[in-house]
Nanobody, 124 residues
Framework: QVQLVESGGGLVQAGGSLRLSCAAS????????VAWFRQAAGKEREFVAA????????DYADSVKGRFTISRDNAKNTVYLQMSTLKPEDTAVYYC?????????????????WGQGTQVTVSS
């Protein structure tokens, strides 16, 4: 089992940047595929980005391609989401999730463990 804790959220102006972190504890972190999802008020949770076990493969939602970068440091048991050129529509609670799988996926149901989330608010 793995426990996930997100950090780095906050209030930022449109066009600004934030870096989210997802710190893991428990079982060997490098055996988990990790993803970021987000959920805006009144909307369903949506996929943002995912990274493979060793960080060599990544996937992004079309809405964040070219603006967000996901990466991981297995030595530090941490996954990052660097967010740039933020837009008001990026406002949401951002969740980190881990899956006991070697294949990255955008489907929330495939992820076994979730963090509590961190709020990101982008003002116009």
């Amino acid at each position: 089992q793995v426990q996930l804790v997100e950090s780095g959220g906050g209030l930022v102006q449109a066009g600004g940047s934030l870096r989210l972190s997802c710190a893991a504890s428990g079982r060997t972190f490098s055996t988990y595929t990790v993803a970021w999802f987000r959920q805006a008020a009144g909307k369903e949770r949506e996929f943002v980005a995912a990274v493979s076990l060793r960080g060599s493969i990544t996937d992004y939602a079309d809405s964040v391609k070219g603006r967000f970068t996901i990466s991981r440091d297995n030595a530090k048991n941490t996954v990052y989401l660097q967010m740039s050129t933020l837009k008001p529509e990026d406002t949401a609670v951002y969740y980190c999730a881990a899956a006991e799988s070697q294949v990255i996926t955008s489907r929330p149901s495939r992820y076994d463990y979730w963090g509590q989330g961190t709020q990101v608010t982008v003002s116009s």
